[in-house]
């Protein structure tokens, strides 16, 4: 998956916990994303860096905060996670900003909240 | 709203068959259609990336057409494998001043049986 890795997997989690999601990549991209992805809804942009602590929220944002201290990690953390952030997240990088680049997403990560 | 919209939701063909698959779509400006594969369990891998003034792009065995008058693009899967199996999402990005901005498909789920 194109130098990418998401951590962890899998994850179940309650109500109400503070959970980090990680994208580590080896491919020195400038640009970062991080996507749901959710039956009936396609993947949809939660928070997008395009660079070092240079951050800029998607279309579903709200619940969500994202770091970047390298070039190379970018987190999401759920402050106080809900039933409804239950989905799969995947993170994207692009070596450009992509207007006609493609993205290389890593393999996801399966969050439960209970 | 921008929208993208996958036909069919899902299809079952016979290995050695072809199939069609549509994604119709109202974002406005365009910039490009790009289509992606996923495979149970793993991230989107892009296949093509098409721009207003292309028609068609080909792929090994997969092809793509656009009709930006249209705005309807079909993927084309000539002599399905098994490994075809997999979800098919389109993703049309916005030029202008949302230009990167980028809207997915709930994509087509592709079954290939022997």
């Known amino acids: 998956d194109a130098g990418i890795t998401q951590s962890p997997r899998h994850k179940v989690t309650e109500t109400g916990t503070p959970v980090t999601l990680r994208c580590h990549q080896t491919e020195n991209h400038r640009y970062m994303y991080w996507y749901r992805q959710d039956p009936g809804h396609g993947l949809r942009l939660i928070h997008y860096?395009?660079?070092?602590?240079?951050?800029d929220k998607g279309e579903v944002s709200d619940g969500y905060s994202v770091s970047r201290s390298k070039t190379e990690d970018f987190l999401l953390t759920l402050e106080s996670a809900t039933s409804s952030q239950t989905s799969v997240y995947f993170c994207?990088?692009?070596?450009?900003?992509?207007?006609?680049?493609?993205?290389?997403f890593g393999s996801g990560t399966q969050l439960s909240v209970l | 709203k921008n929208q993208v919209e996958q036909s069919p939701q899902s299809l079952i063909i016979l290995e050695g068959k072809n199939c069609t698959l549509q994604?119709?779509?109202?974002?406005?400006?365009?910039?490009?259609l790009r289509w992606y594969k996923q495979d149970t369990g793993r991230g989107p891998v892009s296949l093509t990336i098409m721009t207003f003034s292309e028609n068609t792009k080909s792929n090994g065995r997969y092809t793509a057409t656009l009709d930006a008058d249209t705005k309807q693009s079909s993927l084309h899967i000539t002599a399905s494998q098994l490994s075809d199996s997999a979800s098919y999402i389109c993703?049309?990005?916005?030029?202008?001043?949302?230009?990167?901005?980028?809207?997915f498909g709930d994509g087509t789920t592709l079954t290939v049986k022997p």
């Open positions: 860096s395009y660079g070092v602590k240079d951050t």
């Open positions: 993703v049309v990005s916005e030029g202008g001043t949302n230009a990167g901005k980028s809207t």
């Open positions: 994604c119709n779509y109202t974002v406005s400006p365009f910039s490009n």
């Open positions: 994207a990088i692009s070596p450009r900003e992509p207007t006609n680049e493609k993205l290389f």
